[in-house]
């Protein structure tokens, strides 16, 4: 009896194991890049991060992949909150055409519930996504995953925004540790 007690205990142990996920802010030429990186055995499927900054306002993203990802161009390139408004899929095919459109963009419409004010404001809702076919694909376990560019010098702030879904791995099963990072930012 006493086995099976033991038993049952590792496996609750291992069935609630985590992994600690980073979310890292550079300054790099002015520009505020986001990076990831992960312990996790597997990847992460999505990220929705709030970016804010303490003074003026967030004036533009880039950086990022788009579409799928693949092993020549890993990374997180569906973006949930704008994919229905700026992605056509062939309804025979179930194929995307172009990924690279202009308005297909990581950010969160400042409309949906949950999401902050967008562009031009001092807070952004990110929302990303991996798509891919076989393992050799998958987003790396560290990263970039945009850049944003900021009106005036600011600390930047990130927190997981948890209504959108916060940081998910492959296993959603799985808790995350985040550990996030914030910066002096100077344009």
Known sequence: ?????????????????????EIIVKNVNGMAEIHYKTTADEPISAFALDVTV????IIGISGFVTGESTAAAPGYGI???SFAAAITVDPETGEVS????????PLANPLHP?????????????????????????P??????CK???SEEANITIGLNDIRGGIVLKDATKAVE???????ITP
């Open 79 to 81: 973006f949930p909150a």
């Open 140 to 145: 790396r376990a560290e990263g970039l995953l």
């Open 114 to 138: 949950g999401a902050l004010g967008g562009l031009e404001t001092p807070g952004v809702t990110l929302e990303m996504g991996a798509l891919y076919a076989v393992a050799a694909d998958a």
């Open 148 to 150: 944003l560019a900021i």
């Open 1 to 21: 009896m006493r086995k099976w007690i033991l038993f049952l205990a590792v496996l609750m142990i291992a069935n609630t194991a985590s992994a600690t996920v």
């Open 178 to 184: 985040p550990i996030i990072g914030s910066a002096l």
């Open 98 to 105: 172009d990924w690279n459109l202009a308005d297909y963009t």
């Open 54 to 57: 303490d003074t003026g306002d």
